[in-house]
């Protein structure tokens, strides 16, 4: 069963409308220990740790598919640029036989020269890259919830293809915690602005201004830069163009993902969905290669770089098998974070 398009759609049936009502009874026992536990950490019940270099945190309030990667890789690389020694700390979820897990790999595929340390204590990791790395700032990946490490920099990141339907908190819809914790956001970056109707956007805006007034709000797209070959070629954007093609995921919005090749003009045969950070193993990879005997009019198959840097194949099934780079592109408040950015890393003497 498909729970991600369970707990999203708009219009389920009669047998979906029964089962999410079941499990949107589990959001308010959900509710409130989320609540008790961020007013603990608001009146200092429990205790956040600060290190002595900058925290940039990069979170969501949903379960996954927001961006969150090019996000921070966005982030990493103009530190990098600013010739400023940056480590991204994570908690490691969905960890491989390598011992990264799929965000690492990819993230380290477009930015080596960025430490990545994965580890359930991101304040040892904090230790650890400011005393043994020398790093001059760090990056919290997925820390929105990670409150034991304090952050000088909150930014929160929402999707704007999000139904109603996904408002709810887990388990009846997407949630980690309510749209009222945007108000600890110093950044709130809407993503997939191009995929959703003006009115809708500014539907957001508003609630987002409502919430977290303080905050910086930008608008963000998903913009597809390139197709990626094992192990290193690329391809032009432009062959996907009429393109009969079989695609794939295991990520958290898989339909961003679809609806993203056919933008590029690409026809889809075929699709398949993982859920988010699945591994690939070797009964999958077995039917990714039979896959396109059903379909023998497909020219290539292709997925997102989290999934083609847990495969590594140039081919599946005698099919070409390439990877959909994405980059965020923001509006014109992007100015305002990087000057937040410039900040941490040369602060401002007090004026007298």
Known sequence: MDFRRLLTNNEPNLRGKILRWCLRLGSVPYGIVVRLRNFAYDHRWLHSTRTNLPVVSVGNLTVGGTGKSPMVAWLARWFRDQGA????????????????????????????????????????????AEQELDMELLILDDGFQHRRLERDLELVLLDATDTPAARWLLPGGLMREPMTSLARADVVVITRTDQVPKEKMTAIRKQVKRLSP?????????????????????????ELKDKEIL?????????????????QGAKILD??????????NADDIA????????????????????????????????????ALQIEMQFDEAVLMLENKLTDLLHPRKPTN
């Open 287 to 322: 039917s990714l290669t039979q896959w396109p005997k059903q379909f023998p009019a497909a020219k290539a198959m292709v997925c997102t770089m989290k999934d083609w840097v847990k495969i590594q194949q140039e081919e599946l099934g005698g099919v070409e098998l390439c």
């Open 271 to 280: 699709h398949r969905t993982w859920l988010d950070h699945h591994g690939f």
């Open 214 to 238: 303080r905050a910086i709000v930008l608008e963000a797209r998903h913009h597809p830069t390139k197709l990626l070959i094992f192990p290193n070629q690329t391809r032009e954007l432009g």
């Open 247 to 263: 695609a794939f995921c295991a990520i958290g919005n898989p339909g961003s993902f679809f609806r993203s090749l056919e933008n």
């Open 85 to 128: 020694r940056v480590a991204i700390l994570s908690r490691g979820y969905g960890e491989l036989d390598s011992g990264q897990n799929d965000e690492a790999l990819e993230l380290e595929l477009q930015l080596p020269d960025v430490p990545h340390l994965q580890h359930w204590d991101r304040v040892a990791s904090a230790i650890l």
